[in-house]
C-alpha cells in the first residue's frame, strides 16, 4: 500500500524537520539495501530512477548508473519487483523518461506502479502544457506528478507549475545536468524563495546539492532537498554504507537549519 507522498512531506514539514529525499537508480548494485540503509539514516522519502538509454537530464555519474543498470538487465517490471518487496515507512516516487510512460500508456503506466506501491512520479520531460493526458490518468491512480520548476521560469508560470504539482514542487537548483558542484548555485535558494512565495506545497530543491553544507544551504530556504549524484557516486564506487554514511552526514546537517526557516 502506498504512503501518501503529500500527507507525508507536510507531516515531516510541519514536525519541525526538513525533508530529505536520496534517488537511487534501480537495478544498481544493492539498491534495495541501499534504499533501506538510506531511510534507516534519515531518509523521509527515495526517489527510484527508471534507468533509460537517453537519460538527458541527467550528468555522468547518473548516466553511468543507468547504463550499468541496464546492461544488468533492469526492465520496469523488475524493478518494481523490488519496491513493491521494500517494505519501507516512506513514500517511493520514480523518476522516469516520457517514452517509458508513453511506450506503457498512461493509465497502465499509472496502475501498474501504484500497485506496486509507488506514490509518485517525475517525469523530467513532460512539459506542463503537453502533460494533462499523463496527469489525469497519475490522479486517478493516486499517483503524485511532481512537476519541475526551472530557475529560468517567469513569474507568470509558477502558479501553473504548483497547482498542476502533486506531493511537492521540485525547484530546479541550476540549468543543466545533475551531477555534484564545488559550491551552491544560488539559482538555488532563488528558485526556492520564488516558488515557496506562491504556493503551500513542500518545496524541495534538486540539481547541484552536491554535500551536506549545501544541502544545510539549499534547506535555510527550501523545504527540502533531493540527492542524486552525490548518493550514486558512494554507492557505485564506495558501496552502501557509504551511501548510509553520507545520508546521516545530510541529515544531521539540515537538521541544525533553525526552526525560524521552515516553512
Not at 521494500?86 to 501498474?112: I, K, Q, W
Request: hydrophobic share 50%; with cysteine.
Amino acid at each position: 500500500m502506498a504512503i501518501a507522498l503529500e500527507a507525508h512531506l507536510r507531516g515531516v514539514r510541519s514536525g519541525g524537520r526538513k525533508i530529505l529525499v536520496p534517488y537511487i537508480t534501480g537495478f544498481s548494485p544493492n539498491w534495495l539495501e541501499a534504499i533501506r540503509v538510506a531511510v534507516a539514516s534519515g531518509a523521509d522519502a527515495i526517489e527510484v530512477g527508471i534507468p533509460f538509454s537517453d537519460p538527458v537530464m541527467d550528468g555522468p555519474v547518473i548516466q553511468r548508473a543507468s547504463s550499468e543498470a541496464l546492461q544488468r538487465g533492469a526492465t520496469l517490471s523488475g524493478i518494481l519487483d523490488g519496491i513493491r518487496a521494500l517494505d519501507v515507512d516512506v513514500p517511493v516516487v520514480v523518476m522516469c523518461y516520457y517514452n517509458s510512460v508513453f511506450r506503457v500508456g498512461h493509465e497502465r503506466f499509472a496502475n501498474t506502479i501504484a500497485a506496486a506501491g509507488v506514490s509518485g512520479a517525475i517525469v523530467p520531460d513532460l512539459p506542463l502544457e503537453e502533460a494533462t493526458d499523463w496527469c489525469v490518468a497519475a490522479d486517478a491512480a493516486a499517483i503524485a506528478t511532481v512537476m519541475l520548476a526551472a530557475p529560468t521560469a517567469p513569474d507568470e508560470r509558477l502558479p501553473r507549475i504548483a497547482t498542476r504539482s502533486r506531493g511537492f514542487v521540485y525547484a530546479v537548483g541550476l540549468l543543466g545536468v545533475t551531477g555534484e558542484r564545488e559550491s551552491l548555485s544560488a539559482s538555488a535558494t532563488t528558485i526556492a524563495r520564488r516558488v515557496k512565495h506562491i504556493t503551500d506545497l513542500p518545496v524541495l530543491v534538486g540539481v547541484g546539492i552536491s554535500d551536506a553544507h549545501q544541502a544545510q544551504q539549499a534547506c535555510a530556504v527550501a523545504d527540502g532537498v533531493i540527492q542524486g549524484a552525490s548518493v550514486m557516486r558512494r554507492l557505485l564506487d564506495e558501496g552502501v554504507d557509504s551511501v548510509g554514511e553520507y545520508i546521516a552526514e545530510v541529515r544531521a546537517a539540515i537538521d541544525l537549519v533553525p526552526a525560524a526557516h521552515i516553512g
